[in-house]
């Protein structure tokens, strides 16, 4: 039996990539980690997590490494994943958080990691059109500066590794969706 896979999925907020990742566990069978929607579901319960989060992700700022560190561990642990495998989403998002992942699942335990790009000028648009409760115009342009600052190092970081795929995310959902499953099924 071929090992449950481990992928991470890198892209800019409005890349498409909360789309593609539900086709994606539907196609492999995979659990979805997203700690953006592990943080939003905390806000929504009111419980302690949520309300150190809540303010932070409001300003388009990042939740703190330990914060992140925390839920994801707890998670990665867990029967489902470790039958199924994972698709992380949103983590990680940080050279600590990538350190931290590297520990959790070992050198070698990841499969692959796809940069979902799509340029900054068609993101800024699509997010617009979102109107997400936390994509306010502020909040946009910080996490985008953010994107480049804090998470395109991760880039070098899993192209060092040999991990790193590129996928261009610019065209029709089932065109992005058929690059994306070629990058995977070429790993496996
Ligand atoms: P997302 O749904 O991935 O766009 O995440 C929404 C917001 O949640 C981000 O703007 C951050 O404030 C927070 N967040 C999600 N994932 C992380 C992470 N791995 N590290 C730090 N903050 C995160």
Known sequence: MTRPLRLV????????KGT????????YGTVHVSTGDMLRAAITEGTQLGERADAVMKAGN??????I??????RLGQDDILARGVLLDGFPRTPNQA???????GVGGLDLAINLEVPVSVVK?????????????EAIERRLALYVKETAPLLEWFAARGLLVEVD????????FGRLVSAID???
């Not at 350190?99 to 699942?105: G, S, V």
């Open 9 to 16: 999925i890198l892209g800019r907020q409005g890349s498409g």
């Open 20 to 27: 593609q990742c539900a086709r994606l566990v539907a196609h």
């Open 62 to 67: 990042l939740v703190s490494d330990d914060i």
């Open 69 to 74: 560190n925390g839920i994801v561990g707890e």
């Open 99 to 105: 350190d931290r992942l590297e520990e959790l699942i």
């Open 125 to 137: 648009s699509r997010m617009v059109l979102r109107g997400r409760g936390d994509d306010t115009t």
């Open 169 to 176: 995310g610019l065209g029709s959902e089932e065109e992005v």
């Open 186 to 188: 070429a790993r496996r």
